[in-house]
């Protein structure tokens, strides 16, 4: 099979797990009661979510899609869906507000809206994660630190949205739908560890850390060689 014809294969593959659970969402039984608006917001959440979660496929360098596709263009690729994925989840949650601007007064308890703050975290996560990767230059952020900061809190994002999923618990009442998103969470986590082997991420955040403590080891000299400095004598 031609290279170009597993690229082909392997679009069809993601366009179908995008839109497995929007589709679902409007196939499948679900409770009544509920209006046009809030439906298309949670589809637009599942479709962000599910490009959420294969965003650690891609960078996994797994070989079949390496066969595929060329390595620049898996990390344009991976650069185009996580914006894509951004915009979903933030026009889900703007729709949902729109729908239902009583959500805003709900968050002052947190016991009350958990599922809501699960979701807010997670898209300040996702938020951070974006806005580092596009101005990695203008935040004077090196390699090694981005890239930790960068798994992380991909991983944070992620957990934390699954959880506001399962916390909303709505859908997930379905089984569809609770079937669907155990498979989808699974492939990602094998997405996460072949990642994590791969990219020798023990070692990255050994690397960091050591790096933090030589600059906070360099400050506290500093600082000392100072302070001794103001209170040398000055001649007359």
Known sequence: MK????????????????????????VAPRPPGREFLREFAVGLGFAGMSLLGLQF????????????????????????????SLALIVA??????????RLLRSLSSVSAARPTWLGIVALAAMGV???????????????????????????????????????????????????????????????????????????AVNTVMGDLATMMANGGQEDAADEAQDGAPNAS
């Open 3 to 26: 290279d170009t014809t597993k690229a082909r294969w392997w679009i069809v593959v993601f366009l179908v797990v995008l839109l497995a659970p929007m589709v679902l969402l409007f």
């Open 129 to 203: 994660v974006v806005w580092t990767s596009l101005w990695q230059g203008e935040v004077n952020l090196g390699y090694q630190p981005w890239r930790v900061i960068h798994t992380f809190l991909s991983v944070i994002a992620i957990v934390l949205a699954m959880l506001h999923i399962f916390d909303v618990g709505y859908y997930m009442s379905v089984l569809a739908h609770r079937i669907l998103w155990i498979i989808l969470a699974m492939t990602w986590a094998v997405g996460v560890v072949v990642y994590f082997r791969r990219a020798n991420m023990s070692r």
């Open 57 to 84: 496929l891609i960078p996994a360098r797994l070989p079949f899609l390496l066969k595929a596709f060329r390595l620049p263009k898996l990390n344009h690729f991976h650069h185009n869906l996580s914006l894509i």
């Open 92 to 101: 889900h949650m703007l729709l949902l507000l729109v729908n239902n601007p």
